[in-house]
């Protein structure tokens, strides 16, 4: 449960989540959120705080800076605390989503009404009204397809030339996560799956999304790349990848479950 809170002393010391336009400030020579706010280069007094939870019995709290860059090279994407940990990942993904949602809910979208945060969940409430607001969440399915000894990997658009993925898409309303894969798959490069497994999930800061993994056996189709979404897409030897996501990520986490489950066989 997140708490929102409108004042902490200045010399509270945990792990602190600064957040300004969806990046957080990470002190020189420092690759967590930890310090006392005294120490920090600018004025804390008007931001909003809120209680994250606990990591490594210390507190740890998201404080929010109204569209405020000071100095470029100290604010970092969440993505930059993958390499920490999923703990301290998860709650800088919480962070950054919680920050957008305060953000961005101010005002009542029925009525127009200034919105009030409740104090026994992370809600906003219009006090005219009565319209209640809570944090967007955006599921993704992430999958990945197997044929033989082969998986199926893909480059976005939007992806350096040479770095390969699984494929992925948000599920769209009144879907079930499985028709999402399904529909994704072939919509992005054509083919038909069957023999779906959930894996797990992952909060992911993209801003607002969660992954969720699935392994799938191919069925048949030829590979048609989807148009400004696909850039390319091929059916790659497990034992000689190109270049793929961090094992830190769900997609490099399923990309080396098929590489561990087919290569033993």
Request: hydrophobic share 40%; charged share 20%.
């Amino acid at each position: 449960m997140i708490k929102h809170s409108l004042a902490l002393p200045a010399t509270e010391h945990g792990y602190w989540f600064i957040v300004s336009q969806g990046r957080i400030f990470l002190q020189e020579n420092e690759s967590v959120p930890c310090c006392a706010l005294k120490a920090l280069p600018f004025d804390f007094t008007e931001a909003q705080i809120c209680w994250l939870g606990e990591h490594k019995q210390q507190n740890c709290y998201l404080l929010v800076f109204d569209d405020r860059i000071i100095d470029e090279q100290h604010w970092h994407s969440a993505r930059t605390l993958l390499s920490q940990g999923e703990e301290l990942f998860q709650l800088a993904a919480r962070a950054t989503q919680v920050a957008l949602y305060l953000q961005t809910h101010r005002f009542c979208g029925q009525c127009g009404s200034t919105m009030r945060l409740v104090n026994w969940e992370l809600a906003t409430l219009c006090p005219k009204c009565g319209h209640r607001c809570y944090p967007r969440i955006a599921p993704c399915v992430l999958v990945a397809i197997v044929k033989d000894d082969e998986i199926l990997l893909a480059r976005s658009s939007r992806h350096k030339a040479g770095f390969f993925s699984i494929l992925a898409g948000f599920v769209e309303s009144a879907e079930t996560l499985e028709q999402a894969a399904i529909r994704e798959v072939k919509e992005e490069v054509g083919i038909d799956i069957t023999n779906l497994r959930y894996i797990g999930s992952q909060p992911w800061p993209f801003p607002h999304s969660l992954m969720t993994g699935f392994i799938a056996d191919y069925v048949g189709g030829d590979i048609v790349c989807q148009p400004q979404e696909i850039a390319e897409a091929y059916w790659c030897k497990l034992t000689d990848l190109p270049e793929t996501p961090s094992i830190h990520t769900l997609s490099g986490q399923l990309i080396a479950l098929v590489q561990q489950l087919k290569l033993q066989k």
